[in-house]
């Protein structure tokens, strides 16, 4: 695991962020890479708050020793915003890692929870020509811009128990895309509610089909 700060280039704010690198790791060889985005309780100052992104999911997984064949890039988004509003930065904190660190550029994924999930959305939609997939998880977005990303890989969850953020916005989304000829697909997950990451990441393929697309 490593840990670096990104300054945003309008010098609003500094962005902290972990890469988890695979176990094999090399910088000889070209590595899938996941962008994973929290949620709104792990926001920060990206420095001695940075442990938060650590508490839910993908980041909590490797930091106590899960193995990715993947490079992991866990920012932390700054406590006055939410993943929307910071596309243009977090997209070129994206560019940056996958220079320092050689990843392939045709596999980027993301995915995120909750306002993670509605970040994955949005980012998706921002810069539909870049990813190789995107999976929200219990989040949400502007279906009628869902047009944008009919031709990407999409897999969407969401727990039918959720209270914080509803099922709907998950089903809106992905119905959309497919009214546009899209194939996105939604796993519902019965009787859970909002912490469905764990569901999602652990016991499915998800992860897997993560990194076998290719852009």
């Known amino acids: 695991m ?18 988890f690198l695979p176990r094999d790791y090399s910088p000889e060889k070209k590595y899938p890479m996941i962008v994973f985005l929290h949620g709104a309780g792990e926001r920060g100052n990206g420095k001695d ?3 938060r992104v650590k508490k839910h999911a993908l980041p909590k997984y490797c930091s106590e020793g899960a193995e ?29 890692v996958a220079d320092d660190y050689n990843a392939d550029k045709r596999r980027i994924s993301i995915t995120g929870i909750s306002m993670g999930g509605f970040g994955t ?3 998706g939609i921002t ?13 949400g977005g502007l279906s009628w811009r869902c047009n944008l990303i009919k031709d990407m890989p999409i897999w969407a969850f969401h727990g039918d128990a959720d209270t914080a953020v509803p099922l709907k916005n ?15 697909k939604l796993t519902i997950l019965h009787g859970v509610g909002h912490s469905s990451w764990d569901d999602a990441y652990l016991d499915t393929k998800l992860i897997e089909w993560l990194i076998s697309k290719e852009r």
């Open 121 to 123: 959305w949005e980012m």
């Open 68 to 96: 990715l064949p993947a490079i992991l890039l866990c920012p932390q988004c700054p406590e006055v915003f939410v993943w929307n509003n910071v596309v243009i930065e977090l997209k070129a904190l994206i560019d940056k």
């Open 49 to 51: 708050e940075l442990e």
């Open 170 to 184: 998950s089903v809106e989304m992905v119905d959309k895309v497919n009214s546009e000829g899209g194939n996105a």
């Open 2 to 19: 490593e840990k670096n700060i990104f300054s945003a280039s309008n010098g609003q704010f500094d962005m902290g962020y972990y890469v």
């Open 127 to 139: 810069y539909p020509d870049y990813f190789s997939a995107i999976a929200p998880i219990c989040g």
